[in-house]
């Protein structure tokens, strides 16, 4: 997949996810990506369907991109800095002065995805009455 700043970009997976990501895996088989789509490549695109349910369900009306603002405001509540949520963002920082001096450390990038995700488990707790089932097998 290309990127919008045509930048290589890895993320590491939070260690509260990875459970969550193995029982994904089983419905998918091994398909090479954790969400398959339909597109020649086999990727998800915006997932508009599993989104519509969930605003039909919720009345919540919402974009895959404010799910990106939630993650950098989460980010920024787990007390990271700016140049790490750019990072996590994959946004260029070489139009900041300090940005371009500093390489960023994978160990230090694997702590801020574990924060963000420690952060929103510490302030989440599951709801079994407001859970969405946005499977369409199970909805069809």
């Keep these: 997949m290309e990127t919008k700043n045509h930048s290589n970009f890895t993320t590491y997976i939070p260690t509260q996810l990875k ?69 996590l963002l994959n946004y260029t920082t070489d139009n900041c002065v300090t940005g371009s001096y500093i390489r960023t450390e994978s160990n230090t990038m694997k702590q801020a995805i574990d924060r963000i995700a420690g952060f929103i488990q510490y302030h989440v707790s599951p709801d079994i009455e407001n859970l969405v089932n946005i499977n369409k097998s199970a909805t069809h």
């Design 19 to 87: 459970p969550y990501l193995r029982s994904l895996q089983e419905l998918t088989g091994d398909n090479n990506f954790v969400f398959p789509g339909d597109n020649a490549e086999g990727a998800m695109a915006i997932p508009r369907w599993p989104l519509d349910q969930i605003t039909l369900k919720t009345g919540i009306e919402f974009s895959s991109h404010d799910l990106r603002r939630t993650f950098a405001t989460i980010a920024e509540a787990s007390l990271l800095p700016e140049t790490i949520i750019k990072r």
